[in-house]
C-alpha cells in the first residue's frame, strides 16, 4: 500500500503546491489550492482505475476484461470543464490561457503520480515550473507585440458591494485588458483585492482613465509596470 497509494498521494500533493505556488504568487486565478486539489484528485482517480476496479471484476467475472485507464481518461474531460472557466475574452484579447494550460499540466503530473510513474511526474513539475518562471521574462523582453508598450499592473482594494460597478467599468472602457482578476482580502472579508494589467504606451492617460475608478469609493489603488 504504501508504494502504490501513500507515496503518489504525498508526491502528487507535493509537485502540485510547487506549480500552484508559482500561480498563487503572480495572483493567478487558479493558486495554490486548485492546482493542488487539481494534482491530488487526478492521482486519487488514476489509482483508482488502477487498482480498485479490476478486483471487482474479476470476482464478478473472472473471464472479463477491466480496462485500467478509463476512470483516468475521463479527469482529461473534467480538466476541460475547469479550465474553459479561467480562460476570458475582452474585445480581441484572450487572457487565462496559461492558467487553463497549469490546470491541465497539474492533472497530468497528477496521473503520473498515480501509475507509479514518479520520476516522470518530477521531471514534468520542473519543467513547467522553468517555463511559468522563466519564459515570463523572455516573452516581455522579446515577443511584445510593439517594443514602446508596456505593462502596467493595476491594484485596487475596493468594498464587496461596489465590485460589480467597477468590474462593469473596467470590461467595458479599459483598452488592451491582459489581466483581471479577484481575490478576498485578507484582512477584510467584506473588501476585494483587484489585480489588472494593462498594455499601454501612454501613463499619463492610463492614470485619467483609473481617476475614473475613484467615484466608487474605493480603498486604495495602485499603478506601476508589472514586475516580470
Not at 479490476?54 to 464478478?60: D, G, H, K, Q, S
Not at 511526474?121 to 508598450?149: D, G, M, P, W, Y
Not at 489588472?196 to 474605493?218: A, G, H, M, P, T
Request: aromatic share 8%.
Amino acid at each position: 500500500m504504501l508504494n502504490t497509494i501513500i507515496i503518489p498521494l504525498i508526491m502528487a500533493s507535493l509537485l502540485g503546491t510547487v506549480i500552484g505556488l508559482e500561480r498563487e504568487l503572480t495572483n493567478k486565478y487558479a493558486g495554490l489550492r486548485t492546482n493542488l486539489l487539481v494534482c491530488l484528485g487526478s492521482c486519487v482517480f488514476t489509482i483508482l482505475s488502477i487498482y480498485g476496479f479490476p478486483t471487482a471484476i474479476e470476482t464478478v467475472n473472472p473471464q472479463g476484461f477491466g480496462d485500467p485507464a478509463r476512470i483516468a481518461a475521463q479527469v482529461l474531460t473534467g480538466i476541460g470543464f475547469i479550465g474553459g472557466g479561467t480562460v476570458l475574452k475582452h474585445g480581441a484579447t484572450v487572457y487565462g490561457l496559461t492558467t487553463a494550460a497549469t490546470l491541465w499540466i497539474s492533472a497530468a503530473i497528477g496521473m503520473a503520480c498515480g501509475a507509479g510513474m514518479i520520476e516522470l511526474a518530477v521531471i514534468t513539475t520542473l519543467l513547467s515550473f522553468l517555463v511559468l518562471v522563466s519564459i515570463r521574462s523572455i516573452e516581455s523582453k522579446f515577443f511584445r507585440q510593439n517594443k514602446h508598450f508596456d505593462n502596467y499592473e493595476i491594484k485596487i482594494i475596493c468594498q464587496k458591494e461596489n465590485y460589480e460597478n467597477i468590474d462593469e467599468f473596467i470590461m467595458s472602457s479599459v483598452p488592451n485588458l491582459l489581466k483581471f482578476s479577484k481575490k478576498q482580502n485578507k484582512y477584510d472579508d467584506n473588501l476585494f483585492n483587484l489585480n489588472i494589467v494593462v498594455r499601454s504606451n501612454d501613463l499619463i492617460e492610463l492614470q485619467k482613465l483609473f481617476k475614473e475608478v475613484e467615484k466608487y469609493n474605493i480603498n486604495s489603488l495602485s499603478i506601476q509596470l508589472e514586475d516580470v
